[in-house]
């Protein structure tokens, strides 16, 4: 695009065997809709509306890899071959306005707002109902292949990519930090032991889908809690993931029970940018951005910097309005700050 005002943003970004024709990604945001068979034509009408407007790649709201893992009593689950049926409508809508999509995989521990949840440690959310069942070893066993089962069944659903949810409080999160992982055995204690999980995780996925299909890691790089990881702790694992052969880490600040405000509009714009511009220095697969990168301009900006260039910068993941379809000076001016994920700008 030679006319752009927005060089960066609209250079190519290739994850995995994925090639992007921007760097737009329209981050994992839960709308719903992902839960009921009977709303999958609004999932497909909204992700491929977003497709026409041009994003890069469109990342799909959580999906559970079991029943212990779903967000609530009626949250999606890939588990099976008649949830690859439903979300062959998905791919197929977003692929047919010209788009690509990944679906991530959550499992949300015991940040499940259901009776029938698990989670690594004793300690209850203290932020949802329900106490959950401490997992034990065939527990622990069975969802790490769930995650891979996931991945192969969504790559089989025509995904372009799986992305893991490792941030946010959410299960791989729960193992990775001292605050909800108290476990004495193989899956607690030290840094190696708590990283076994999302490690066990990545390979599991990675023996169940071709080489060339891109898998993204979603690494929380700031928990905000006590108790949460160190900042050599969040470097390591990012080097290991890329070792083990995440082809992009989509980084993620603060746990939903973290009292630091990460997305409300009085945290100012990027605020987070600099721990993801940190992992520059660990990893030399793509990095992806998030919160608060609500106008082109600072995507840019971030996109420019080009502390570490030739490599892969972050990429924003702000959802787009009409920048894509408008990125002339013209269009510009009718371009509205892109919402963030809650709430107007
Ligand atoms: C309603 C809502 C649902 C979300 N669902 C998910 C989700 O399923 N998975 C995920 O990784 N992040 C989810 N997020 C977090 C967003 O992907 C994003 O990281 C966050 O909103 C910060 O970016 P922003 O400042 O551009 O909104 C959600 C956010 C909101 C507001």
Redesign the pocket.
């Known amino acids: 695009m030679s006319n752009t005002p927005y060089p960066h943003i609209f250079r190519p970004l290739t994850i995995g065997g994925l090639t992007l024709p921007n760097r737009i990604i329209m981050?994992?945001?839960?709308t719903g809709f992902e839960d009921r068979r009977r709303d999958v034509d609004k999932l497909s009408a909204l992700l491929a509306e977003r497709a026409r407007g041009g994003a890069g790649l469109i990342i799909t709201?959580?999906v559970a890899p079991s029943r212990t893992g779903q967000l609530s009593p009626l949250g999606s689950t890939m588990t099976n071959r008649l949830h690859v049926a439903h979300h062959r409508q998905v791919t197929k809508a977003v692929h047919e306005a010209g788009g690509r999509v990944a679906m991530?995989i959550?499992h949300a521990g015991r940040y499940g707002v259901i009776p029938w949840k698990v989670a690594p440690g004793s300690q209850s959310s203290p932020i949802h109902p329900f106490k959950h069942l401490r997992m034990n070893e065939p527990i622990i066993r069975h969802i790490i292949a769930g995650f891979g089962r996931a991945a192969k069944l969504a790559h089989d659903a025509g995904y372009d990519a799986v992305e893991i949810?490792g941030?946010?409080g959410y299960l791989i999160n729960q193992f990775l930090c001292p605050r909800t992982n108290d476990r004495t055995d193989r899956w607690g204690g030290n840094t190696e032991n708590r990283q076994r999980f999302l490690i066990e995780v990545i390979r599991a996925i990675r023996r169940r889908v071709p080489a060339t299909f891109p898998v993204i890691l979603?690494q929380s790089v700031a928990d905000l809690v006590e108790g949460g990881q160190t900042w050599e702790e969040v470097a390591l694992m990012a080097r290991r993931a890329e070792e083990e052969g995440v082809d992009a880490l989509n980084t993620?600040i603060g746990w939903h029970e973290s009292r630091v405000p990460?997305?409300a509009t009085s945290v100012p714009r990027g605020a987070f940018v600099q721990f993801t511009e940190q992992l520059r220095d660990e990893v030399s697969i793509p990095l992806i951005a998030?919160?608060?990168?609500?106008t082109p301009e600072l995507a840019e900006e971030i996109l420019s910097r080009g502390r570490v260039e030739p490599w892969p910068w972050p990429a924003p993941?702000?959802?787009i309005r009409t920048l894509c379809s408008r990125p002339s000076k013209a269009g510009r001016r009718k371009l509205i700050p892109a919402l963030?994920?809650?709430r107007p700008a």
């Open positions: 981050g994992s945001m839960h709201g959580g991530q959550l949810m941030g946010e979603r993620d990460t997305i998030a919160n608060r990168i609500n993941s702000w959802p963030a994920a809650t």
